[in-house]
């Protein structure tokens, strides 16, 4: 594909195929996640919670390894779950209460989730909204899209698309967690999780099938 063929929607639609890793990829990021939340609520055990969400990330891991194919998205689940599992041996350890413990395994998404809103809105609102840097990538210039207003325009909104979904989790989960309703929280992080992601992911999809934006890189002087 190349500058004067490919289009803003395009090359973004390519972008997001890549960093999801399709079905599959969605799967092995969700499961691992999803299976170590709910065996820690119902069991407010940490050590088997590991040890089960372990196992299918080894499991996932090794099917991977067979088939040798990338590895990215299981390895990102198994990180995602150790943060989570050392925050909460951290409140373990100074002397935390199990309710404590609890609170701890969320605490990194909480993080996570307020961070990225923050830096996702700061880019659209200086203008220089973090989608483009994708589509810059792409064509070997990190910052020339930027002088395409229809690109500018374009990438602002696919950008607030990716914000929204940190900023619900945010807005949902931090009275929970300040208000210690473990069991609601738990419930909010799978559901607030892939099925708001995808669902995100699915309005942009639909945003890219409405317009055809042209990638063009070159001097012009209508931009002046």
Known sequence: MT???????????????????GPRGIVESAVPTALFT????VSDDIRMSLIASI??????????LLQRSSTQFVLNALVGIGIGALFAYRASQSGGSEEDVARAVFTPGLIYNGAYAVVIVFTILIGWPIVGFLVGSVMGDA???HEDKAMVRLCSRLTWILAVPCVIRVVVQLPLWL???IGLLGASKI???W???VAAFAVMAWLL???RTPIDLGPDPRRR
């Open 3 to 21: 500058s004067a063929q490919a289009t803003v929607e395009q090359v973004v639609r390519a972008q997001l195929a890549k960093a999801l890793g």
């Open 179 to 181: 208000d210690h309703q």
């Open 195 to 197: 099925p708001l992601q």
């Open 55 to 64: 196992a299918v990330t080894a499991a996932l891991l090794v099917v991977r």
């Open 38 to 41: 709910i065996c820690f609520l």
């Open 191 to 193: 559901i607030l999780g």
């Open 209 to 211: 099938t409405r317009n």
């Open 143 to 145: 910052t020339a899209w």
